[in-house]
Each structure stands twice: as structure tokens, then as C-alpha cells.
């Protein structure tokens, strides 16, 4: 068996060494004579796996001890309703920045729940560019502010985050669906940090939250249970059964992560592979990225062929080496290949290799 | 290797199996080089898989073309919170039969959006029992009738359904989380049945919800995108990323349940599985099954031993002879054993002659 080179943008490539574990696990884990999948919440086993979860993704993000880390269901989809529904409490409007596809998803959830100001847009540049923060106009009112740090169809991400304002506080908010665990972040910084862990957390079904403890316990009222986040920090994530296989999965790509020597190391490692990438895209002048350099995304990179006849016969012959799944987003057309985590370094240098060839016989 | 026999009330038993297929895919689905969670929801192989899944679960179920059959998260914990959202229309209460625990949870979250009207309430008796249907106070002008066809914890099943109101039409909706595709029920009775799938459908972080179409598309104004039926109808339960995984191993356990024969032959196992542990249970003086004859669960057998200073011992010599997860709810105490589709028949014999020998040595 061959593992491919898999540039999938989300569910995406898993570490190796996970699916080998789980693999070995599955019909017995530990020498229960069960998966770990048909074993209660409220085991011992499953129990251990949760809280060793919990504690590495602390450890590995530094999450400071005021914040409650939560595993939820629903995606970062149900957080965009989630968010305003407990951190609205007596304001009537929020501010969220608009940098791509997933913002603008979160916007148009938001404005069921509130008023909603766009406090910057990078929608008429085609979603090029993070808008510099220093434009941004900041309403010292609103309940939160709003971001995606990495969007993953534009390519582009933050670099940098904003400073709100303290007095009254206005927590920041960061949807990290694509780019969590790949950099060090300071999450003191922020309010809220959530995100769907099918790109560098685990596979599609579990939503990670790091929330400040003081913003728990505010939900609007009428507010489901399933989306009130004081239920679920009340619980553990267990007020009803959490999805046990896809925490367990989590648990092993956090040991993973340590083990590579955590977001140090994995920063590193990623700058080296987009920045390897970039500047084959930039040497070349077959090839195009569309995001200004400063807002390049390390985890998406998205790029352009001279004509877009030539996309197919490039898909074609990347998957004769092995490359899967670099097609563009529909939405923008082209090229992209996801650099996550999990991606291995000799995947990317394999994609370059590929790409001057191609650039060679096509260019 | 030795499997146990996990009794297990959820998370419970997965046939060995679709565990073995799954572990045998688990590095390389298909010659793809990939586990088939790091696919794209929209990725063609997924695809087949998710179309393979609602074709199976239609036909074991006979559902009928006008329902839809959607695949979400959240359990049947958040459809407490979607059925009233999306059913109650212009209506101002519903009826809700109290059966147990999980008949209770649901009434508590309905309370949240509308007047409950409570039409039967085993409570009294301890749940020991399901309410004669002739005894309901049933309110024509409800939005729905909610009930529970089977209690894990109390170990009470419905044995038939009730009638409805059909002008105007007052939908059945029924969570059967822990007894879907254990028998064949006539779908077309109701207009909603959910259900978790950590019970008979596979791991936790699914939820199957069959709905009738006309009941589609009336959420109640400010509802979460995610909490629509009609978000998630309209885009074949893909509006956001799916619980991939957990819906491939849905599809393996349909599979392997048409293999079995479907759910005339499943039921006619768990009828003997069952029959045989309650014949033991009326056949000793030592062991005790608190529910009347006439409501008692194909899927969850409760009884006690006559002193529960003996369930210590009880659960610790099963656990000797491979007999696991025994242990009764801790709010009834005592013992339960379930007896899901993917528990073996073998495995009823065994703790049988366990449970004999026992009341021998100790009885």
C-alpha cells in the first residue's frame, strides 16, 4: 500500500502514524477487547483519552488556566450561531471583518442573531488581501470583534492580530478552523478561538472551543443547550454523548503534535513548506498566486496555470505521481494545494518537482 | 485477540465486522492511497458512500419517498431543541408522553419554545411502564405528539404506536435512538423519527432524523441555520462538512444489516436474545426485573440481584468470564444488560449461564 500525497483542503490528510494507531486499536484497545468507539463516555478509558486530549491541546497552545477548552459537535458552522446567541448578552451588534468565504458565511449567520457592522472588507479585492488593521473602523460598542484567521478558499491569513478595546472589553473572536495548531498563537488575546477539526485537528464531526472563562453563562435566553456554552463547560463536553471516536482521533493527533515537537517545530516546518512553494510559484512564469505577499496563507496555497485549458491535463498528470486533490475551490478556479499538519514536507517538494516538469514540457 | 461481550448502553457494540472492515481501510480506502476520512465530503468515493447509506436505510426501513433522511451531529439531544423550532409553526404547545429519562430531557428542552402538554406521565410508577394508550389526553390542536419509543435506563419500549389527530394533522414524532432498525416500524405513521447512532447505527457524532417532507421548511424565524431541517434537506445533509467518518461506518452497519436479513430477521434475533434473558430473569428467585410484562425493551434489560451489596461481586465475576458493561444506570442502581443489533446471540448465552451460576454459588 501506497499513501498518496494528499492535498486535500479539508477533511484532510491525517498523520500516518494516527491512522496506524487507530488501526491497531480498533477492535481492541489497550487489551479491553473493544473499540474504543463502543465504550460509554463515562468509561475510565474513554475518560483518560478526553482528559489527555484536553491537557495537550493546553500544553501545546499554551491556553492559559481563565479559559474553558470545550469539544463540541457542528462544525464551525454551528459556532457562527453559537457566538452570537452567548456573547451578545445586553448589546444589540458586533463587528466582523470580511477576508473570504468563511466570513462572510459567519456575517450573514450573525445578522439572524444582531446587527452586524463590517468593519472592514477585502470582498472588492477579490479577497487578496487581510485589510490593514489600522483601517479598520472599531466600534467600541459592539460585543465582539470577529475574524477568520486563515480563509482557506482565498488563501489568505492573518499574520498579525488586531488589538481591541479594553474598557469596555471587546473580546476578540477567531474562527482557527484552518490554520489551529499550525503556529504558536497567544491565546490570551482572544475571547473565543473555535474550530472544526477536519484540517489540522482530526476528522470532520468535532468543533474545538477556547473560551474565556467570564464569557461563559450569558446565553441569550431561549437558547438550545446544545448551543448554550455554559452546558458544556458545565459537563466536560459531556452533557449528552460527546462523539467519542473523533476526541479519541484528536487525542492522537495532539500526541502526534508533541511528539514533532510542538507548534514551534510544526511553524517551522510549515514556513518551510508554503515558503518553498511560493517561491517555486514566483521563479516561475507559468504559474500565478493571486494573494499579496503579505497575506500569504501557509496552510492554503492557491495558485493560477496560463490558461485554464490547462487545469485538467495538470490534475491528470499530478495524480499519475501521486499528487491528489489539488484542484481550486470552484468558487476562484485554478490550483490549490492544502499544506496542513499533517502534510509531509516530501509532499510538497514532491508537488514542485511535478510542477516544473509540467511548467517545462506545457510552458 | 478475544472480543468481550460489552453490554454497553451506548456507546455500545459495533459488529466485529464492520470494525474489521473499517480497520482494513483505515491507511487505503479502496486503492486510494487515503483513509477515507481525509476525503472531501465532495469527493466522489464519499459520495457513493453517503448515497449508499440513505439508499440502505430507506430500504431496511421502507421509508417512504416523500420523507427525508438526513445525517447530522448534535444527538438526539439538539433534536429536542429542533423538533419544536422547526414542527411548531404557528401552533403555541405540543404533547409530550413522559416515559423516562430521556422522554423527560426532551420535555425540559421543549419547555424552552413552547407551552408541553404532558398526555401521559409514567413517572409515578417509576417508569415501569408505558401509559395505556387509551388513557392519553391528546390535544387536537397540538403541533405534534412526542414520544420515546424505547428508555435505555428504565429498559421500557412501546410495543405500538399511537393514532394521531389526521385533521388537523397532529405529526408523530418519535426519538428512537435505541431501537431504530431493531425492528421494522411503518415510518409512514410518523412525521418525525430521529435518532442517535451510538446505539444500533454506529459510533457517537451521528444523528439520523427521517421527516416527512411537508414538515420541512417552516423553521420558526431566528433559528441557526444548523438547527434547519430545511437547510440540511436542501443540500443532501452537506450544507457544512458532514461527520465523514461516522457516517462511512453508518453505511458498513447498514450493510451488514441487510446481510443479516434486514430487520424482519433482526428483530426475530433480538426477540429471542431478549425473551431468553427474561425467561432466566421470571424463571429464578434471585434476580429481579422491576418492569411490567407488557413494556419491557427488546434493547435494555434491567433487573436487580436481591441485594445490591452483592452487585460488586456480580460485576466483577462477569468481568472474569468476558461479560463487560453490566452495570445498571446509577440512577436506578441494580444491573441492565443491552442487547443492541451487533450484540451476539452468543453473548446473551453466555451471561446466562453466568447469571445462573452466580444465584447458585451466591443465592
Redesign the interface.
Known amino acids: 500500500?501506497?499513501?498518496?500525497f494528499?492535498f486535500?483542503?479539508?477533511?484532510?490528510?491525517?498523520p500516518?502514524e494516527v491512522?496506524?494507531q487507530?488501526?491497531d486499536e480498533?477492535?481492541?484497545y489497550q487489551g479491553?477487547?473493544?473499540?474504543i468507539?463502543?465504550?460509554?463516555?463515562r468509561?475510565r478509558r474513554f475518560i483518560d483519552i478526553a482528559e489527555e486530549a484536553e491537557a495537550n491541546l493546553r500544553e501545546l497552545l499554551n491556553v492559559p488556566e481563565q479559559y474553558d477548552v470545550l469539544f463540541l459537535?457542528?462544525?464551525?458552522?454551528?459556532q457562527?450561531?453559537?457566538v452570537p446567541?452567548n456573547l451578545l448578552r445586553e448589546k444589540t451588534s458586533a463587528d466582523y471583518v470580511n477576508t473570504g468565504s468563511w466570513s462572510t458565511k459567519a456575517i450573514k449567520?450573525a445578522r439572524?442573531?444582531c446587527g452586524v457592522n463590517v468593519v472592514a472588507n477585502a470582498e472588492d479585492d477579490r479577497f487578496d488581501r487581510i485589510p490593514a488593521i489600522d483601517t479598520w473602523s472599531l466600534d467600541p460598542n459592539a460585543a465582539y470583534l470577529h475574524i477568520c484567521s486563515n480563509e482557506t478558499i482565498a488563501g489568505v491569513q492573518f499574520q498579525n492580530f488586531p488589538e481591541t478595546f479594553s474598557d469596555p472589553g471587546v473580546p476578540l473572536v477567531a474562527d482557527m478552523s484552518s490554520d489551529i495548531l499550525s503556529r504558536p498563537v497567544d491565546v490570551s488575546r482572544f475571547g473565543v478561538i473555535y474550530a472544526?477539526a477536519?484540517k489540522n485537528m482530526g476528522?470532520?464531526?468535532?468543533t474545538v472551543v477556547i473560551i474565556r472563562r467570564d464569557l461563559v453563562g450569558h446565553a441569550r435566553k431561549?437558547?438550545?443547550?446544545?448551543?448554550d456554552y455554559a452546558v458544556h463547560a458545565g459537563a466536560g463536553s459531556m452533557?449528552?454523548?460527546?462523539?467519542?471516536?473523533?476526541w479519541y482521533?484528536a487525542a492522537l493527533v495532539f500526541r502526534w503534535l508533541k511528539n514533532m515537537g510542538g507548534l514551534e517545530a510544526m511553524e517551522a516546518r510549515n514556513r518551510r513548506k508554503a515558503g518553498k512553494l511560493y517561491t517555486a510559484i514566483e521563479q516561475s512564469n507559468f504559474y500565478h498566486c493571486p494573494v499579496v505577499k503579505e497575506a500569504r496563507s501557509m496552510m492554503n496555497v492557491p495558485f493560477t496555470l496560463p490558461d485554464p485549458d490547462l487545469d485538467g491535463a495538470f490534475l491528470a498528470a499530478a495524480e499519475t505521481r501521486?499528487l491528489?486533490?489539488l484542484k481550486g475551490h470552484r468558487s476562484v478556479g485554478g490550483m490549490r494545494a492544502s499544506l496542513y499538519n499533517a502534510v509531509p514536507e516530501a509532499a510538497v517538494d514532491a508537488l514542485i518537482e511535478f510542477m516544473n516538469e509540467f511548467e517545462h514540457e506545457r510552458g
Chains 1, 2 share one sequence.
Open positions: 500500500m501506497t499513501r498518496a494528499n486535500a483542503a479539508g477533511p484532510a490528510a491525517i500516518t491512522l496506524e487507530a488501526r480498533m477492535l481492541d479491553s477487547g473493544m473499540s468507539m463502543e465504550m460509554s463516555h468509561s459537535q457542528g462544525g464551525a458552522t454551528l457562527f450561531a453559537m446567541l449567520e439572524k442573531f472544526g477536519q476528522p470532520a464531526g468535532l431561549g437558547t438550545p443547550s446544545m448551543l452533557s449528552n454523548t460527546p462523539p467519542t471516536y473523533a482521533l501521486g491528489f486533490n
